[in-house]
């Protein structure tokens, strides 16, 4: 394995734990830290393909230049600005041997950098002694006057690797450019190779992937030998005996010299006395690095081999600072995002724009039914609600996840991975995959990297369901697709299997299986949060069909391209799931876990940090030392979590007013709960109304999918009725107002039902854990059973449902609208409910939810269903009346069918429909 590869595999991870931890001077450091200013480095994005064209413009602080010192390794070295060298400096010295070995190629180098001085500095230039200062002083001008420019938006995804590599190491060794330039010159020149480059890479330029390869190669070349001569070759103490090493380093920066000198002309359009275009061919690049390989192993047997050890370390950490620096990468994603790469084009076909609506149906996207799915940039509101529905992290805190090896190696690994991040209930995972998203931190690829996300919900049947979460993936993949070349390989699937695509979990997979390995796919990214939310049967069958995939991953075929399909999965450490999982560690090149139960104490830093940042918030009429005396409370809790913090936190601002005194203060401390089940019980205590709040959650546990307020509104009054509701107008006056019925809903339970988009949601998992407790404890856990629940909620459904006036103007024309909707969407398919639950809003937000779900609660009743509710059910499903009719158009293919042959039969209610026995 040759030094560069083995540099190579330490940056993907391969290498012992805390190799890429080392540093040295050349790491780009954040703008604004100490030890210098910074300069701003305009970035321009490309106007037009021959140039000439307006640019716009991204600025971005560039780092602190480093010392003098740490850029002249070879403090006796000086340069003529008229040219001369100093036979001490290997890079003068080298360009003197490669102007001798290469000579036509030299000079119409010297041309093109020429060229690119002011006219009246290049009039008066001697060709045969360049002025090398005042040209690489011109360059770093260039960069600041927006001289330079480069399309990242090209479609074929090598080479936008290739460039992005490019500008990263143009970007972080601006600060050693602009040092070295004085102290040396020549090795200010090479290093300033990636800015006589990328002016030239056009759209309409040949962009040889191996040649971008080559250049990239001789980046990481020079950042080694750069750390070397830095650490090993100057003045003493450095006692090398280096004589016949620089020799050999003189040959190979001459070779490195004129590889780029070949790259420069080959894309230059002076082609003053050569068509270097037509000289290069793939083979040709690829054995030219292979030469320089050879020369830097020479160079490097002659360094004993600690040294060599120090510097590839030093040598990583350099260069996988390079490829993560933050600064670094949101300036390439704002280039990209400038020059298109990133703006998301509205697909135009019909059949594509239709694939893609359907997809986000599938997954309850809001945005479905208009062209907001296809617009520009926009991921779909109903996974971004889903992601937003978790509190942003506090500052500082998931910094220990972020710089964990684990994690940088899955992210680093240029093949596809897999890790399990699994903690239990309350520790932050939501939280932390929310920030890795909104921070951009699942890539160091900004150009060539697809995020995708779906966050798991228990209680909500869209968001239980992995072929759900699967369409969100690639509706989302298909979207960010530069190329549109993925979507095709939905539509053929589409155009065998119709629309029942949509509910195929094998399809699905093998869609997205095949996308992964397109050429034109990338790095494709899959967050998945709370995998345990997801439906056990769907969460074991992806986990199979995810193992399958990756064990064929690690059997390819080593001269096959990799495919880069990255999971990174959070969940609760269930039993099933460590077992599940276990089955992938037999193979630890591609599968990692993260135990954050192991994580306890940074957990709790965090926990702590996030306590330092509230306090003030929302204990600001407190003292200073009473706030640190609340703080010290909540900080001694031996087994806190980030929900229970958030449950305390909340009791504290809802009894601020009482707890003026600090008498008050001491006894609100000594009264905080201590676990989250105490927590809740406090929660649900401080209702006023015991029999409406037990209502409320019942309504909320049992619903299918989270309903809206106007719908919970609804149903509460009708649950809550001590008489008969005749008709809808006497329903209107029994309902809240609706611009308080949020208010109302928070006066009854508080923190334990959070209103998100307006749509109730219980606050975590667990709160449902502890309403179904199988073990009663004080007044509200275990109170309740899925049963009851049930039954309470389908008796709000057919309540309202009997309160349609079927004779009425307004149930005609909302049966003709869901009939024609119907039709229109190939209803008979068998397409999602879901869809048409958003049929016929007009007005009565309830009745496509009770129209879609009264039969399965009315099934999932206890078994004290009284006389009465059994006579609603009987009369709601009388054929002689047209409700059946417009039932049917919410039901599934086979349950239309049924309402078809009742109506077409005028058969009697049989024991098929609810399991009633009376068949009056």
């Known amino acids: 394995m040759g030094a560069r590869s ?106 093109h950098l020429v060229s690119l001085l002011p006219s009246e500095a290049a009039a008066s230039s001697d060709l045969s002694s360049l002025p090398i200062e005042l040209i690489v002083q011109t360059l770093l001008e260039d960069r600041n006057k927006k001289q330079w420019r480069v399309s990242l938006l090209g479609k074929d995804v090598l080479v936008r690797e290739q460039v992005e590599r490019l500008v990263k190491f143009f970007l972080w060794s601006d600060g050693f450019v602009k040092q070295a330039v004085s102290a040396q010159p020549y090795a200010a020149l090479a290093w300033s190779g990636v800015s006589l480059l990328l002016p030239l890479l056009t759209s309409g330029t040949t962009q040889n992937t191996a040649m971008l390869e080559g250049f990239n190669a001789i980046g990481d070349f020079q950042v080694y030998w750069q750390i070397c001569e830095k650490k090993h070759l100057g003045p003493p103490p450095h006692q090398l005996d280096h004589h016949q090493l620089i020799a050999s380093l003189v040959r190979l920066y001459s070779y490195m010299i004129e590889y780029q000198a070949r790259v420069v002309c080959h894309l230059s359009k002076a082609q003053l006395s050569r068509a270097w275009h037509d000289a290069t061919s793939s083979n040709d690049w690829a054995g030219m690095i292979t030469k320089i390989e050879t020369l830097d192993k020479r160079c490097r047997d002659l360094i004993p081999l600690l040294v060599v050890g120090e510097v590839e370390k030093e040598t990583v950490g350099e260069l996988r600072s390079m490829q993560e620096t933050r600064w670094i990468l949101d300036e390439i994603r704002r280039i990209a995002e400038a020059s298109g790469r990133q703006t998301r084009e509205i697909y135009e076909d019909q059949k594509q724009s239709s694939l893609l609506q359907d997809l986000a149906s599938a997954f309850g996207d809001r945005s479905s039914s208009n062209d907001k799915c296809l617009a520009p940039g926009n991921r779909g509101s109903g996974v971004e609600d889903y992601k937003n529905f978790n509190p942003p992290r506090v500052p500082q805190t998931c910094e220990w996840f972020f710089n964990d090896d684990r994690f940088r190696k899955w992210r680093c690994s240029g093949a596809s991975s897999l890790l399990w991040v699994s903690a239990g209930p309350g520790c932050g995972k939501s939280v932390l995959s929310r920030a890795l998203i909104d921070d951009k931190l699942l890539s160091n690829d900004a150009t060539t990297s697809n995020i995708c996300y779906f966050f798991f919900k228990d209680g909500d049947d869209r968001r239980m369901d992995i072929t759900n979460a699967l369409c969100a993936i690639l509706h989302q993949l298909f979207l960010q697709d530069n190329s549109k070349r993925l979507i095709q390989i939905a539509l053929d699937r589409h155009k065998i299997h119709g629309k029942s695509l949509f509910e195929s979990f094998s399809e699905l997979w093998g869609i997205l299986e095949s996308c992964a390995k397109s050429p034109d796919a990338g790095e494709i990214v899959c967050l998945l949060d709370a995998l345990d939310e997801c439906n056990k049967d769907g969460r074991d069958t992806f986990l199979r069909r995810l193992k399958s995939f990756y064990d064929q991953a690690a059997d390819r075929i080593p001269e096959s391209p990799p495919s880069k399909l990255k999971f990174l999965i959070t969940s609760r450490p269930y039993d099933d799931l460590v077992a599940s999982f276990g089955t992938f560690s037999g193979t630890a090149e591609y599968y990692m876990r993260f135990d954050g139960d192991d994580m306890s104490d940074d957990i709790n830093n965090d926990i702590n940090r996030v306590i330092d940042a509230k306090i003030p918030e929302i204990a600001g009429s407190f003292t200073e030392k009473d706030q640190r ?108 107002p609706t611009d308080s019925f949020r208010t109302t809903v928070t006066n009854l339970c508080g923190l334990f039902i959070s209103v998100y988009d307006s749509k109730l949601y219980l606050i975590h998992q667990t709160a449902r854990e502890f309403l179904l407790h199988n073990e009663p404890q004080g007044r509200w856990q275990g109170r309740f059973n899925s049963p009851q629940s049930h039954r309470v909620l389908s008796r709000s459904c057919v309540r309202f449902l009997l309160l349609l006036d079927v004779n009425g103007a307004a149930f005609k024309a909302d049966y003709e609208a869901a009939t024609e909707a119907a039709y229109k969407s190939d209803f008979l398919t068998g397409e999602y409910r879901a869809k048409y639950a958003r049929v016929l809003p007009y007005g009565r937000p309830f009745l496509s939810y009770s129209a879609l779900y009264w039969r399965l609660h009315f099934r999932s009743h206890d078994t004290g269903t009284s006389e009465e509710d059994l006579k609603d059910a009987r009369e709601l499903c009388r054929v002689s009346t047209q409700r059946p009719k417009l039932f049917g158009l919410f039901l599934f293919h086979e349950e239309w069918k049924f309402w078809v042959r009742l109506e077409l039969y005028e058969l009697p209610w049989s024991t098929q429909c609810c399991g009633l026995h009376n068949n009056k």
Not at 679 to 686: H, N, Q
């Open 629 to 736: 005396a609340i703080a010290r409370r909540l900080k001694g809790t031996e087994h806190r979590t980030y929900l229970w913090l958030y449950l305390v936190l909340d009791i504290i601002v809802q009894n601020r007013a009482e707890y003026s005194r600090r008498p008050d203060m001491e006894a609100l401390l000594s009264d905080l709960p201590s676990e989250v089940s105490r927590a809740y019980e406090k929660i649900l205590s401080r209702s006023r109304n015991q029999l409406k709040t037990a209502t409320l959650l019942k309504i909320v546990l049992a619903a299918v999918r989270p309903l809206s307020l106007e719908e919970t509104n609804i149903a509460l009054a009708l649950a809550l009725a001590k008489q008969s509701i005749t008709s809808e107008e006497a329903l209107g006056s029994e309902l809240w």
């Open 6 to 111: 083995k540099i190579r595999d330490l940056l993907k991870g391969k290498g012992r734990k805390g190799q890429g931890s080392g540093s040295s001077s050349l790491s780009a450091p954040v703008p604004g830290d100490q030890g210098g200013g910074g300069s701003s480095l305009s970035v321009p994005v490309p106007g037009d393909v021959e140039g000439g064209g307006s640019s716009s413009v991204q600025s971005v602080e560039a780092p602190p230049s480093p010392t003098t010192a740490e850029a002249s390794v070879f403090s006796a070295t000086t340069v003529s600005s008229a040219g001369g060298t100093d036979t001490t400096d290997p890079w003068a010295r080298a360009y003197k041997e490669v102007e001798e070995r290469e000579r036509e190629l030299m000079a119409d180098y010297r041309k």
